[in-house]
């Protein structure tokens, strides 16, 4: 199993979480693989270089160097995860790039306390310096993303919050971890999407 995490601000959000996630699957006996992708996390890659491509790339090229059979995404991170070459894809209420960028935006606004202006797509990507809670991002990232969707050739099951009215294979009680203000675990949750990814996985691939 390898995960792809929230992008942005939530993957520090989501991580510990994922994290714990993770090692309740040990508890199934799925060994997990926790990346970081180019630019974001421990990478040593300036944010301002990164793409929707290159980590689309390293992502697949990860899954392939730990012969991982399935993944495990949260929110942006399935519009990574596709093209990994595994058998099955699950996903935690996964977002559009364009919903992405949106956040983005949202999060600027707010760190800046700005002017409640209305959201501009074309706008924002446009901008020569975008910086996100102290990351530099290049043009061409938010360009990318805008128009990309999660998408994969192998069975994807997604699960969602009981409070999100979007359709899912799932839906469980929980907290959006990935709006809390501070990294959080929600140990409930943890345990009932790790019994979930445990079933699926071999259902896929037994």
Known sequence: ??????????????????????????????????????????????????????WRDAFATAARHVSAVATVSIRGGALVDGPAPVSALWRLSPITGAEQVKELWRIRQAAHDRPKLRYDPARFIAELDVEVAGNRLAPGLLAAMNIAEPSSDAPVRTVRLDTNPRPADL????????????????EPLAQALADDIAAWVHACVA
């Open 171 to 186: 839906k469980l009680p929980g907290r959006p971890l990935w709006r809390a203000s501070e990294p959080d675990v929600d």
């Open 1 to 54: 199993m390898i995960a792809a995490p929230a992008l942005f601000e939530e993957a520090n959000r989501t991580r510990a979480f994922l994290v714990r996630i993770l090692r309740l699957l040990g508890v199934h006996g799925i060994a997990g693989a926790l990346p970081d992708l180019p630019g974001q996390g421990e990478s040593l890659l300036p944010t301002h270089q990164a793409t929707l491509a290159g």
